[in-house]
């Protein structure tokens, strides 16, 4: 529900070792090329499969960097597969020696390249195994000139990191990126860092990022997300509860097998609804799954992995789910990271009796109002 991309391949553990990195222990497992193979060639029953069959990209990669030493010669296996099939791929990279290559082979993709830092001295300690700010930005221009969308991820956005936040914007607008997507530093209970880690990152920064986010770090990545806008990129936050074009060009470049998102969801309900409508789960299951089976699919993990709360206590692990049950429990429990709950636009119905207004099926009905002000 955030990325409009349904499949990733994410191959060994990432060589740059960022010092942030959830994945730099080493412990992230690896992707097999053997089963991915088999998805893309409908050898497996699995729900990869039944996007690879519709034509879905892959998404080169979220949990590893594609073009580090240990990934970038199956990144260019990959994709002369996906080329060869009519997948698309697209790319999430700090760069690395086969980034063109793959780029020559893939044809007109969308590339997001992070870019943390102004100071190349900064992003030095921070990330010391990973290409330089000033190869990124040589490297985001040249896949612009060579037809691609890209994005930058200032992400994660640190104000101690940054340095020149405007004038990285104009050096990001300058190499013609589209978008800007920006996360605040975010740590899980279980992340452990050495003290060499915290020292080097900052003790405040560290203690600020095991923490949820307050009111004044919020107003700070906010105001950096408003300046980006006045330079003309499009900005993506998550829980960005305004209309935006920020995946337009995924829609636009792969065409087939992409998935409708919570973002998708909410132009809709910008550009169809009167403030204080009523929102129904029909409406958005029907907008979000247009176009997919409705048949039971081994997807539990979707939400399972990130919402563990869910099948412990509340709800019957079923196994295999439809889309329809997926997106059933984000809408019952507000708490799944993808509930539209969490999206200050809308809020839910209550009665005179401020109980919960549900639908003929049992759904809670929520309302939607643009600048999420329900008090008036
Ligand atoms: S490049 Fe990305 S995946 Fe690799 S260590 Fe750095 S943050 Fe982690």
């Known amino acids: 529900m955030l990325h409009p991309v349904p499949l990733e391949f994410s191959g060994a553990p990432c060589g740059y070792r960022c010092r942030y990195c959830f994945t730099k222990d080493g412990t992230q497992s690896s992707g097999k090329l053997s089963s991915f193979k088999s998805c893309l060639t409908g050898e497996s029953r699995s729900a990869a499969s039944y996007f690879a069959a519709l034509g879905s990209p892959v998404l080169l990669s979220n949990r590893s960097d594609p073009f580090c030493k240990q990934n970038e010669l199956n990144t260019i296996e990959i994709t002369k597969l996906l080329a060869g099939v009519g997948n698309g791929a697209a790319f999430q990279t700090k760069g690395g020696g086969k980034v063109l290559e793959a780029a020559r082979i893939a044809g007109r993709s969308c590339w997001y390249v992070t870019v943390s830092y102004f100071d190349d001295s900064t992003r030095a300690k921070i990330e010391p ?221 209550v009665d005179d009796d401020s109980k919960p207004v549900l639908d003929d099926d049992g759904n809670p009905v929520l309302a939607f109002k643009r600048d999420g002000n329900f008090e008036e």
């Open 129 to 349: 195994h990973s290409p330089s700010v000033k190869y990124r930005l040589s490297l985001i221009s040249d896949l612009v000139k060579m037809g691609n969308v890209v994005y930058a991820g200032v992400n994660p956005y640190v104000p101690e990191w940054i340095g020149d936040e405007d004038a990285l914007i104009r050096a990001l607008t300058d190499c013609g990126v589209y978008g800007v997507w920006s996360e605040l530093l975010h740590f899980g209970r279980k992340t452990t860092l050495s003290d060499d880690d915290t020292a080097v990152m900052g003790e405040d920064v560290v203690r600020r990022a095991h923490k949820p986010a307050d009111d004044f770090e919020l107003g700070r990545i906010g105001a950096f997300m408003d300046k980006c806008r006045a330079a003309g990129l499009r900005t993506f936050i998550f829980g960005q509860a305004q209309p935006s074009d920020f995946w337009q060009p995924y829609y636009d470049i792969y065409k087939k097998g992409c998935l409708q998102n919570n973002q998708g969801f909410i132009n809709h309900c910008f550009a169809t609804l009167e403030d204080y409508k009523r929102v129904y789960f029909q409406d958005y299951f029907a907008f979000v799954t247009a176009g997919l089976t409705d048949k039971r699919l081994q997807i539990e993990n979707y939400i399972r992995v990130h919402n563990r709360f869910l099948f412990f206590r509340k709800e019957k692990s079923p196994g295999k789910m439809t889309f329809k049950d997926v997106l059933r429990l984000s809408w019952k429990y507000p708490n799944v990271a993808f509930s539209l709950l969490r999206f200050s636009c809308f809020a839910q119905c």
